[in-house]
Structure formats: structure tokens, C-alpha cells
């Protein structure tokens, strides 16, 4: 047999009649409010009474006068007037079920807390740590989860905005401007790129192709040095040719490349064009495989550097904030390892400088966690001074001639 519905809210089933009289609802409201707290409640104060409100107060309580427009009503001896009735009993009867704010904030805490845990464990944000502070978006699981499946297809190697939102959520719309999901991963970007977060549709534009959305395959491009693949593709050809000069392989050429098969088992990776020169300027033709990212790597980059099977990456940055989250990016959608990345070679370049170079030197600007090295970043952050990545040059360089 099914249980009995509830009554409505102030039908008076087991009430008294003399409880539900109009000018007693101001206390059952401030009651019910009170109740609804979750906390304790020994006493509740009533205010805004009228004439008729007072004296339904007082005939409750068995005053000899009226208590007045505002009035604190001690809940025991409100008890002792109700006819072996509770308070939480009447109030509800009359104003309906009770609510438990505080335990409803102490669950949304542990889902807040839950939620924080898995997103900081989620791969691509342990891969790149600066996303850390997309949480404050507070944005729900889904869509934190869609946002963070949008940055592991990145960059999108030219594909239409709506190709790579149809690819990853299904629904090519779902980066279309004004939703959610753009608006989340715009400020992904921004936060990885460390730049303002974009206003207006050409600034959106703007952020997205630097993404390698909808890029130009043609002036999308990479610095090279040291290639010479084997293989007839028509890249290949070229490269071995050209005997390992320094060239320029645009995004086109790599879209007819699935692979390119290098005889030298490592490439250098690096940030800054001026490395890949010097390291040219050494070794000439006998030059190592040197890819450069020349900053943030596009598209041309990262394509090139998964085209690569069984070669092992090694990536040399920057010791600042942008490069230790260069870095990240990096490694993360390459697989590269870091190449004299790690603190020790950051305090000993700075050990170095220190006798002939300046007091001071360029800052280390916002410095977020190095996925490969703890240390790195709070070392950073304690020293406060940056290491550009030509300042190490002639290290690197001699990397190159002592090979794996």
C-alpha cells in the first residue's frame, strides 16, 4: 500500500485552527526562513507587525499587551503555547517543507572540491599547467570537459572552426561565437598565450588562427636546419637536395608528407631562430636535425614534429614564464623531452652570467609549474630573472656535436 501524499502547504492537517490566523503568517515566514538555515534556531525575530499582527502575537502568547511592530520570539516557549506540537512541525504544516541551506552548501563544496580534483588531474591540464586558472571560470564538468577536449585537438593544422567543433563535440556550432564553450576556450587561449582576452570578432579571429584554425597552409610555416629525410615524397626530395640547409617547409608541403624518416635518431627542437643560425654557422652541411619553433609553434611545427616516427625530440626554451609554458605546449603535443630544461641548468646559467653580466636582466614575467620539473618554476619565481635561450647557445651547440 503506497503512503499517504503529504499535505499541501497550510491545508492545517493536524494544526489548530487558531495557529493559521492571517495575522500569525509573518511568524511562520520568519520561522520557516530561520528553520531553513540548516542551523540552530533558539529564538527568531519578527518585524514590520501591524495592529492585527500584534494582537494575534499576543493572544498566542498570552501577553497583556501588544509586543510592539518588531518582536523576538524565544522557540521553547513558543512550544510551550503550540498543544504538544513542535515548531519545525507547524511552521512546515503552514508554510511548507523546510529547506537545509548549509547542508546544501556543504555538498556543493565537495562537488566544488570533487571538480577541482579531477580537472587538476586531467591530462591536458598536467601537461600545461598555466590552464590551472581556467577553474575560475567556474564552469560545470561538461563543459570544462568539452573545453579541454577542444585544446588537445590544437592546433588545428588549418581545419574550419566548425570542422574541429563537429570533430571534437559533434555539433559544428559549438564554437560558434556567443556560446559557452568558445567563450571557454577563447579564455584558454588567452590565458596559454598569456594575452588579453579578445574583444570583438576580429580579435577572436585573431586567437583562433593562432590556434591553427582556419590558417593560411601556405604562410603557415617552419624553420629547419639539418634535414634530410629519406623517402622519394617530393619534400624528402627537396630536403636532401637542399643537404640540410636551413629552410622554410610551409603547411602545405606537409599535407602531402604522412611521415618523413630521418636516418639520425634525435632532433633538436628549439625556440629561437638565432640557435638554428649559430647552430648552422657551426657545423655547415654536417649540421644536425634542428627544428625551430620561433615562439609559440604553429601548426607547421607541431605537423612537422609528429611526422617524425621513432624520433626522439628534445626541446630547448626559454627560461621564462612564456617559455616554461612554451615548453609545456610543446612536449605535450609532440611527446618531445625537455633538453637542458631542468632547474640545476637554470641556476647554473644565471651562475654563469653572473660574474660579467648585468646586476639585474630581463624578468621572468608569469611563471606557471613545469610539468617535467617541480623545482623549476618556484626557482624561477625566487630568482625572478630570465635566461633567453641565446645566452646558452654555445651549450646547446655542443649538444649537437656530441649527438644522442
Same mark, same amino acid.
Given at each position: 500500500?503506497?503512503?499517504?501524499?503529504?499535505?499541501?502547504?497550510?491545508?492545517?492537517?493536524?494544526?489548530?485552527?487558531?495557529?493559521?490566523?492571517?495575522?500569525?503568517?509573518?511568524?511562520?515566514?520568519?520561522? +520557516?526562513?530561520?528553520?531553513?538555515?540548516? +542551523?540552530?534556531?533558539?529564538?527568531?525575530?519578527?518585524?514590520?507587525?501591524?495592529?492585527?499582527?500584534?494582537?494575534?502575537?499576543?493572544?498566542?502568547?498570552?501577553?497583556?499587551?501588544?509586543?510592539?511592530?518588531?518582536?523576538?520570539?524565544?522557540?521553547?516557549?513558543?512550544?510551550?503555547?503550540?498543544?504538544?506540537?513542535?515548531?519545525?512541525?507547524?511552521?512546515?504544516?503552514?508554510?511548507?517543507?523546510?529547506?537545509?541551506?548549509?547542508?546544501?552548501?556543504?555538498?556543493?563544496?565537495?562537488?566544488?572540491?570533487?571538480?577541482?580534483?579531477?580537472?587538476?588531474?586531467?591530462?591536458?591540464?598536467?601537461?600545461?599547467?598555466?590552464?590551472?586558472?581556467?577553474?575560475?571560470?567556474?564552469?560545470?564538468?561538461?563543459?570544462?570537459?568539452?573545453?579541454?577536449?577542444?585544446?588537445?585537438?590544437?592546433?588545428?593544422?588549418?581545419?574550419?572552426?566548425?570542422?574541429?567543433?563537429?570533430?571534437?563535440?559533434?555539433?559544428? +556550432?559549438?564554437?560558434?561565437?556567443?556560446?559557452?564553450?568558445?567563450?571557454?576556450?577563447?579564455?584558454?587561449?588567452?590565458?596559454?598565450?598569456?594575452?588579453?582576452?579578445?574583444?570583438?570578432?576580429?580579435?577572436?579571429?585573431?586567437?583562433?588562427?593562432?590556434?591553427?584554425?582556419?590558417?593560411?597552409?601556405?604562410?603557415?610555416?617552419?624553420?629547419?636546419?639539418?634535414?634530410?629525410?629519406?623517402?622519394?615524397?617530393?619534400?624528402?626530395?627537396?630536403?636532401?637536395?637542399?643537404?640540410?640547409?636551413?629552410?622554410?617547409?610551409?603547411?602545405?608541403?606537409?599535407?602531402?608528407?604522412?611521415?618523413?624518416?630521418?636516418?639520425?635518431?634525435?632532433?633538436?627542437?628549439?625556440?629561437?631562430?638565432?640557435?638554428?643560425?649559430?647552430?648552422?654557422?657551426?657545423?655547415?652541411?654536417?649540421?644536425?636535425?634542428?627544428?625551430?619553433?620561433?615562439?609559440?609553434?604553429?601548426?607547421?611545427?607541431?605537423?612537422?614534429?609528429?611526422?617524425?616516427?621513432?624520433?626522439?625530440?628534445?626541446? +630547448?626554451?626559454?627560461?621564462?614564464?612564456?617559455?616554461?609554458?612554451?615548453?609545456?605546449?610543446?612536449?605535450?603535443?609532440?611527446?618531445?623531452?625537455?633538453?637542458?630544461?631542468?632547474?640545476?641548468?637554470?641556476?647554473?646559467?644565471?651562475?654563469?652570467?653572473?660574474?660579467?653580466?648585468?646586476?639585474?636582466?630581463?624578468?621572468?614575467?608569469?611563471?606557471?609549474?613545469?610539468?617535467?620539473?617541480?623545482?623549476?618554476?618556484?626557482?624561477?619565481?625566487?630568482?625572478?630573472?630570465?635566461?633567453?635561450?641565446?645566452?646558452?647557445?654555445?651549450?646547446?651547440?655542443?649538444?649537437?656535436?656530441?649527438?644522442?
Amino acid at each position: 500500500m503506497s503512503a499517504p501524499e503529504p499535505p499541501p502547504p497550510g491545508s492545517g492537517t493536524g494544526v489548530p485552527e487558531r495557529l493559521r490566523v492571517a495575522g500569525l503568517r509573518p511568524v511562520w515566514r520568519a520561522l +520557516h526562513e530561520r528553520l531553513s538555515s540548516g +542551523h540552530p534556531v533558539s529564538r527568531v525575530r519578527v518585524t514590520g507587525l501591524g495592529e492585527e499582527e500584534q494582537a494575534a502575537v499576543a493572544d498566542l502568547l498570552g501577553l497583556d499587551r501588544y509586543p510592539g511592530p518588531s518582536v523576538t520570539l524565544d522557540v521553547a516557549r513558543l512550544e510551550g503555547v503550540l498543544g504538544g506540537l513542535d515548531v519545525r512541525t507547524v511552521t512546515e504544516r503552514i508554510a511548507g517543507p523546510l529547506d537545509d541551506r548549509r547542508r546544501r552548501r556543504a555538498e556543493r563544496q565537495v562537488e566544488r572540491e570533487e571538480l577541482a580534483e579531477w580537472f587538476a588531474s586531467h591530462p591536458v591540464v598536467v601537461a600545461e599547467p598555466a590552464l590551472l586558472a581556467l577553474f575560475a571560470a567556474r564552469a560545470g564538468r561538461d563543459l570544462l570537459g568539452q573545453a579541454l577536449d577542444v585544446l588537445a585537438a590544437l592546433p588545428a593544422a588549418g581545419r574550419p572552426l566548425a570542422a574541429l567543433a563537429a570533430g571534437v563535440t559533434g555539433d559544428p +556550432h559549438a564554437l560558434d561565437d556567443g556560446t559557452r564553450l568558445s567563450s571557454l576556450v577563447m579564455k584558454a587561449l588567452s590565458v596559454l598565450y598569456d594575452v588579453p582576452a579578445p574583444e570583438g570578432a576580429q580579435a577572436r579571429r585573431a586567437l583562433w588562427e593562432r590556434a591553427g584554425v582556419a590558417c593560411d597552409a601556405l604562410s603557415t610555416t617552419v624553420l629547419t636546419a639539418g634535414l634530410r629525410p629519406a623517402g622519394e615524397e617530393a619534400l624528402a626530395r627537396v630536403l636532401r637536395v637542399w643537404d640540410g640547409r636551413p629552410s622554410v617547409i610551409t603547411l602545405a608541403q606537409l599535407g602531402d608528407v604522412p611521415e618523413l624518416r630521418l636516418p639520425e635518431p634525435e632532433v633538436f627542437v628549439v625556440e629561437n631562430p638565432t640557435v638554428l643560425a649559430l647552430a648552422w654557422q657551426r657545423y655547415g652541411t654536417a649540421c644536425p636535425p634542428v627544428v625551430c619553433t620561433s615562439g609559440w609553434p604553429n601548426s607547421a611545427v607541431i605537423r612537422l614534429l609528429r611526422s617524425l616516427p621513432g624520433t626522439r625530440l628534445r626541446y +630547448h626554451g626559454d627560461f621564462d614564464g612564456e617559455g616554461l609554458r612554451i615548453a609545456a605546449y610543446t612536449m605535450a603535443k609532440t611527446g618531445a623531452e625537455p633538453w637542458r630544461m631542468s632547474t640545476a641548468d637554470y641556476l647554473g646559467a644565471l651562475d654563469d652570467r653572473a660574474p660579467t653580466g648585468p646586476a639585474g636582466g630581463p624578468g621572468v614575467g608569469r611563471v606557471t609549474d613545469a610539468p617535467w620539473d617541480p623545482e623549476l618554476g618556484p626557482a624561477m619565481r625566487s630568482r625572478g630573472l630570465a635566461v633567453p635561450e641565446e645566452v646558452v647557445a654555445e651549450r646547446l651547440l655542443d649538444d649537437l656535436a656530441c649527438g644522442p
